[in-house]
């Protein structure tokens, strides 16, 4: 069965630079979530997007803006980075329960 | 916001030996959700639980909703060394679908 695909697995940026991550659900799930999971931290809320439209907004920084596009997958966008925005990203789909299904996340590495 | 109390945060157990972990929380939820992670890969979710009072099974993995709303178990039987991994408790924490995750609790597993 087609999972939530994540890209890219892995990225390595230098501090100030920009990122771009990208997730493609699983189809016909109309929701798509983003979490930041830090070292040893449980997974933390960013932002979630129904129809294309934001649904919530968790603790994500003003430095950071995401979209979910027509075709359904959606883009976190991440400037100015930091050494403290070094995490997994993960970002989750599903359709109208809360049963996500996470995909393998993005591991940001910032330099 | 909703806070969840996962306990205990680590165990060492050996091959064999049957686990409980549980989660509570400090408010009353709807849903219950236990996920498991592996290293560098996404949680992936393991039982729901929908209904107070509801025990559901899912191979050697049994959860329970438990009467109060405000607490939920997860035990595993006769451990094997794959279920080595964190176990995420969650659930609903307003918005739309959006979900708290507990602390977790890392299971290493003694062969």
């Known amino acids: 069965a087609a999972g939530v695909i994540q890209s890219p697995r892995h990225l390595i940026k230098e501090k100030r630079e920009t990122a771009t991550l990208k997730c493609y659900p699983i189809?016909?799930?109309?929701?798509v979530y983003w979490y930041q999971q830090g070292p040893g931290q449980d997974p933390q809320f960013l932002i979630s997007?129904?129809?294309?439209?934001?649904?919530d907004k968790g603790s994500i920084p003003d430095r950071f803006s995401a979209q979910q596009f027509s075709d359904y997958h959606s883009e976190l966008n991440m400037s100015s980075l930091e050494l403290g925005d070094s995490a997994l990203y993960f970002c989750?789909?599903?359709?109208?329960?809360?049963?996500?299904?996470f995909g393998s996340g993005t591991r940001l590495t910032v330099v | 916001g909703q806070q969840l109390n996962q306990s205990p945060q680590s165990m060492f157990i050996q091959e064999g030996e049957d686990v409980s972990m549980n989660c509570t929380s400090s408010s009353i939820f709807n849903t219950w959700l236990w996920y498991k992670q592996d290293p560098g890969e996404g949680p992936v979710l393991l039982i729901a639980?929908?209904?107070?009072?509801e025990l559901t099974s899912n191979g050697r993995l049994t959860a329970q909703f438990g009467i109060t709303r405000k607490d939920s178990f997860l035990n595993i039987s006769a451990s094997i060394p794959s279920d080595v991994g964190i176990y995420f408790c969650?659930?609903?924490?307003?918005?739309?679908?959006?979900?708290?995750f507990g602390i977790g609790t890392k299971l290493q597993v003694i062969p």
């Open positions: 189809p016909r799930h109309d929701t």
């Open positions: 989750a789909s599903s359709t109208d329960n809360y049963g996500y299904t």
């Open positions: 997007f129904y129809e294309k439209m934001q649904s």
């Open positions: 639980l929908y209904k107070a009072g």
């Open positions: 969650a659930g609903p924490s307003g918005g739309y679908q959006k979900v708290t």
